[in-house]
T-cell receptor, first 115, second 113 residues
Framework: GAVVSQHPSWVICKSGTSVKIECRSL??????MFWYRQFPKQSLMLMAT?????????EQGVEKDKFLINHASLTLSTLTVTSAHPEDSSFYIC???????????FGPGTRLTVT | GENVEQHPSTLSVQEGDSAVIKCTYS??????FPWYKQELGKGPQLIID?????GEKKDQRIAVTLNKTAKHFSLHITETQPEDSAVYFC????????????FGKGTKLSVKP
């Protein structure tokens, strides 16, 4: 099956700093990637959708200047959390759709803790 | 707006018994319904999905049924095993795009040996 990886798997950063999370499709070309946020014991909430080579589409209530998404290639999307605050601490998960792949495959997630 | 309701929120069964999780959706245009299994600290794993042109799909111990008229779909796990213990999420697409998914709140399944 299709494999999606994320890096890092966990990260701790200080309040006010920025952190970048990478999402890679390892064995297929991801035409669309999705970024989700999941708080403890809650469901996945879609943050934004990104298509290769174009600007990301953000869900209502998600600050595009705070959560910068770049989908520069067919195998890589990045999420940068800028000026992180403790309330940004969460589990961030990416997923991908590709050419000829009609199912959405998820990465293993990145645990972000902002101190 | 679009919504997916999932029940129950927790489910405890004895090993070998069956488990059923039910979801309802609101967008009549939804035509893709995946189910995901999420273990603690990991990303969701697609376990089965169904499209609106079929009413039932089975893969070994796992089956999904879809009733488009009633707008509900269900996950059935037979002969449950302790390794089936996890949180299960249903989802439905919306906006006419297979990529846009809205998730249910999840069901924590515990299989007791």
């Amino acid at each position: 099956g299709a494999v999606v990886s994320q890096h890092p798997s966990w990260v701790i950063c200080k309040s006010g700093t920025s952190v970048k999370i990478e999402c890679r499709s390892l064995d297929f070309q991801a035409t669309t990637m999705f970024w989700y946020r999941q708080f403890p014991k809650q469901s996945l909430m879609l943050m934004a959708t990104s298509n290769e080579g174009s600007k990301a589409t953000y869900e209502q209530g998600v600050e595009k200047d705070k959560f910068l998404i770049n989908h520069a290639s067919l195998t890589l999307s990045t999420l940068t959390v800028t000026s992180a605050h403790p309330e940004d601490s969460s589990f961030y998960i990416c997923s991908a759709l590709g050419r000829g792949i009609h199912e959405q495959y998820f990465g293993p997630g990145t645990r972000l803790t902002v101190t | 707006g679009e919504n997916v309701e999932q029940h129950p929120s927790t489910l405890s069964v004895q090993e070998g018994d069956s488990a059923v999780i039910k979801c309802t959706y609101s967008d009549s245009a939804s035509n893709y319904f995946p189910w995901y299994k999420q273990e603690l600290g990991k990303g969701p794993q697609l376990i089965i999905d169904i499209r609106s042109n079929v009413g039932e799909k089975k893969d070994q111990r796992i089956a999904v049924t879809l009733n488009k008229t009633a707008k509900h779909f269900s996950l059935h796990i037979t002969e449950t095993q302790p390794e089936d213990s996890a949180v299960y999420f249903c989802a439905a697409n919306y906006g006419g795009s297979q990529g846009n998914l809205i998730f249910g709140k999840g069901t924590k399944l515990s299989v007791k040996p």
